[in-house]
């Protein structure tokens, strides 16, 4: 039993990690974009390396938000299935749901692994100085996590589901 606190006192600290991630750059996000607006507005022009980073939180807040819609099965999706299908029947659907989404989050992850790889090896900076493949490593962590927690789920699934 001991080994079972650990594990989920760690995935309890490793769920508080990621929303407070979330929640600080969000944070980051809206004060970074009022002090754009009044440069702007009150001093006539703007910090130059506000826009890329906004944009670049944009890709952050957005990943980490799958990530953590991840944690329980909460992405958005049309659930035909969960209308018509119940019992034994639904549980070997959201398996198999959660088998590709496994493979979809494992191909996405691997080729964004080569796609960081290349960003580092050309040297790209992303803005202010900072190279682009750092910018970029949200993308295969966010899609590995994801297929590790959609893997997680398949061999755990819901064993009912609400109507």
Not at 37 to 60: E, K, M
Not at 61 to 67: D, F, I, Y
Not at 77 to 92: E, L, N, W
Not at 118 to 137: H, Q, S, V
Request: aromatic share 14%.
């Amino acid at each position: 039993m001991q080994a079972r606190q650990r594990i989920v006192r760690l995935i309890r600290l490793v769920n508080r990690i990621e929303d407070w991630i979330l929640i600080s750059m969000l944070a980051a996000m809206v004060v970074l974009a009022v002090a754009q607006i009044a440069y702007r507005n009150f001093v006539g022009g703007g910090v130059i390396w506000i826009d890329p980073l906004l944009r670049t939180l944009v890709l952050w807040v957005a990943l980490s938000g799958a990530v953590i819609a991840s944690r329980n099965d909460n992405h958005i999706r049309i659930d035909f299935f969960a209308k018509y299908v119940s019992g034994k029947y639904y549980i070997h659907i959201k398996r198999l749901v959660h088998f590709y989404c496994v493979l979809g989050c494992s191909v996405v992850a691997w080729y964004s692994v080569g796609f960081v790889r290349m960003e580092y090896e050309y040297g790209t900076k992303a803005f202010a100085g900072i190279p682009a493949w750092i910018t970029e490593l949200i993308i295969p962590i966010a899609f590995g996590m994801m297929a590790v927690r959609y893997f997680l789920l398949i061999l755990s699934p819901p064993r009912s589901h609400n109507r």
